[in-house]
């Protein structure tokens, strides 16, 4: 079982079609699935629905696709910093299901690991309870929220052997990790590939059975948002 | 003279114990990390999964693969680790954070909170806030005591969209301090900004409070 393709259009190949729900790991620029987005881009496909906690920014990361108006829903908790988004949903043209942040994590979570809801404190009697069912336990209120089952999962990752594990790098772990249990399919991206037995197995994040495709997506141009430093006190 | 934005996050930084974990939200709540009082252990959950977040790096030390939840870069210490979006909200859903200093647009008195969007305006969406005023164990709001247009923020009923209802525990604002033990409990006026009276706090709140 060969899963390592020689490009992002080679991995998605046969995956893609219009209206297909994606799940997308990333947390504002870090740890985006750059390769990936890319190819979809190219791919044309149209009216997706998007799982993923932030829409990137205008012309990088998700941003890219609502550019070319592939997205017809998104699903997510925060969308600042993007002015092509901020247009669209202005105009009707995009919808939005805004989802608490950890609530969107579980719900991914949940949808990898065969939990079609589960109940959360989380939004009890605020707009994202309308509609929801609610149920007390132990005399507090819960709301039940469904899990998330996507048609592909896109993630990026640092490291991965051949055999699909993979490892992440600091933050840009984030909703990768989720992201990947969820989707029925997932195609990987990674900045190095090594070979089975180059990773300590104690260190897996992601164990290669929710990795189905795998890319080398070096090398990589990391993009900040927000570059903050501190200055070094001189002597 | 009222307590200026720094001033804010000293006394909420008055709030912290030896051995906590907590989260701090974007603005004010932030400068709370640079009034950890000496000899205190305390470590700062960042939501986009990381326990023990660092000062900002060196010029030459910026990882694009390490951000805060504000997306700003940040440096990691000796002691800290990282973890997953899932796991991050497990505990703080779990209420494994003992302390969260959020901002805050309303506050009602009893203890409901609006920080998360205007209607009319850009929705930008709540990120973690929800999460977090439903599952850590301590919710802080710092705010200015009035909005721009003078009007009371700490008032009977919250009229923007709520982050999350009978959530907050204290208020720190440029004048004052409101504290109640317990979501049963109304908000206790516990504390004057220096040259601030109880009766300019009267007349700048519209909701209910002991003093």
Known sequence: MQK???????????????????????????????RLIDAVVASGVKGLTIASNNAGIDNEGLGKLLRTRQVAKMISSYVGENKEFERQFLAGELEVEFCPQGTLAERMRAGGAGIPGFYTKTGVGTQVAEGKEVKAFDGEDYILERGIRADVSLIKGWKADESGNLMFRKTAR???LPAATCGRVCVA??????????????????????????????????????????????? | ?????????????????????????IGIPTLVANNIPGGMTVTLQSENGMLGIGPFPYDDEVDPDLIN????????????????????FAMIRGGHIDLAVLGGMEVSEKGDL????????????????????AGVKKIIVVMEHTSKAGDAKFIPECTLP???????????????????PDHDSPFKLIELAPGVTADEVRQKTSARYVE
């Open chain 1, 174 to 176: 984030n909703f990768n």
């Open chain 2, 69 to 88: 939840a504000g997306k700003q870069t940040i440096s990691e210490l000796p002691q800290s680790s990282y973890f997953d979006s899932a796991q991050s």
């Open chain 2, 1 to 25: 003279m009222p307590w200026d934005r720094n001033d804010m996050a000293a006394r909420a930084a008055k709030e912290l114990q030896d051995g906590y974990y907590v989260n701090l939200g």
């Open chain 1, 189 to 235: 991206e990674v900045e190095e590939i090594v070979p089975v037995g180059s990773l300590d197995p104690d260190c897996i994040h992601l164990p290669s059975i929710y990795v189905n495709r795998l890319i080398l997506g070096a090398p990589y141009d990391k993009k900040i948002e927000f570059r903050t430093v501190r200055e070094r006190e001189t002597a």
């Open chain 2, 162 to 180: 709520l982050t999350g209802k009978n959530v907050v525990d204290m208020i720190i604002t440029d004048l004052a301090v409101f504290h109640r």
């Open chain 1, 4 to 34: 390592i393709y020689p490009n992002a259009e080679a991995a998605l190949e046969g995956l893609l079609r219009d209206g297909l729900i994606l799940a997308a790991g990333g947390f504002g620029l870090c740890g985006i699935p750059e």
């Open chain 2, 114 to 133: 609006a920080n998360w969007m205007v209607p009319g305006k850009m929705i930008k969406g709540m990120g973690g806030a929800m999460d977090l005023v």
